[in-house]
C-alpha cells in the first residue's frame, strides 16, 4: 500500500464535540484543534493520503494546531446539504469536523473508500514483537477491525 498523498483540497473545517474527550489518537487531534481555533469555521488545506487525513490552517502563526486524523478513526463519513459548497462530515467516536469545499460529493466518496480499506488493512506488530500472533499467519485484532464503515450518508 503507497503512502503517497492521494488527494488535496481547499476549505474551511468546522469541529463540533459530541461527547466528551473520545478514546482515539484522532479525537484527542481534534481536541487539540478545537482548544486553539474554537468553533469557528478554519480556512486551510486538506491532504490525504491513503491512512491519514491532515488540515493545515491558512494562518501561519497557528501551525501547532495542524489537525491530522487517522482513517481508522473514522465511524462515518456524511455528505452534508448545500448548493454551492457541500459539507464533508467526518465523524469519529466523540466528534465530527466538517469540511466545507468544492466537490465535497467527490471528496466524500474518496474519503470514506480510503478509511473502509485503512479500517481493512493488516496491521503491523508492535515493537518487540517478531512474527504474528495468530497461528494462520496474520495478526489477528478484532478491537481494530470494526464491521464496516457506512458508506457517505446524507442528501445526494
Known sequence: MSYGVVGSKSG???????TG?????????????????????????LTLTALHLTFMPHRV?????????????????????????RT???RTPGHVGRLRCLGAPGLAEQVAALAEAAQHAPTRPPRGRAGPSSPDGGEH??????????RVSGPS
Open 141 to 150: 485484532r478484532p478491537d481494530l477491525l470494526p464491521p464496516g464503515l457506512p
Open 88 to 90: 464533508v462530515g467526518l
Open 12 to 18: 474551511h473545517l468546522l469541529v463540533e464535540t459530541l
Open 21 to 45: 474527550s473520545g478514546g482515539t489518537p484522532s479525537d484527542a487531534a481534534f481536541d487539540r484543534f478545537q482548544s486553539v481555533w474554537g468553533a469557528t469555521w478554519v480556512p486551510g488545506r
Open 61 to 85: 502563526g497557528r501551525g501547532s494546531a495542524m489537525l491530522k486524523i487517522d482513517l481508522r478513526d473514522l465511524t462515518g463519513v456524511e455528505l452534508g446539504a448545500g448548493v454551492v459548497q
